[in-house]
């Protein structure tokens, strides 16, 4: 099982930036995928999580209506969008997966990428 992320890069405010999470060696769909942030300093934080059994899809209050999460169940791949980027959302950005959603937060993680670093600055 591995998970690959691509897509960080540096940006200025406003701008977006595409995220993937390539997730092989999985057998079934009976798992919860997302993301995670860690910014120099900071707890890592959950972004977004999403429950493959039902579609349904959580975010942190700070991403809401400016990222968003998108599937593609034949490449395996998990896309994070984000718009309007600000300073506060630079991070190195980790995809897991785990058992279940709660909220943003993946519980119960038991894979992890290795993180692809996001950076918003003028």
């Known amino acids: 099982v591995q998970l690959v992320e691509s897509g960080g890069g540096l940006v200025q405010p406003g701008d977006s930036l595409r995220l993937s999470c390539v997730a092989s060696g999985f057998t079934s769909d009976d798992y919860a995928i997302g993301w995670f942030r860690q910014a120099p300093g900071k707890e890592r934080e959950g972004v977004s999580c999403l429950h493959l059994r039902d579609g349904s899809t959580y975010y942190a209050d700070s991403v809401k209506g400016r990222f968003f999460v998108s599937r593609d169940s034949r490449k395996k791949t998990l896309a994070l969008q984000m718009n309007s980027l600000k300073a506060e959302d630079t991070a190195v950005y980790y995809c897991?997966?785990?058992?279940?959603?709660?909220?943003?937060?993946?519980?119960?993680?038991?894979?992890w990428g290795q993180g692809t670093q996001v950076t918003v600055s003028s």
């Open positions: 897991a997966t785990g058992n279940v959603c709660r909220g943003r937060n993946v519980l119960f993680v038991d894979h």
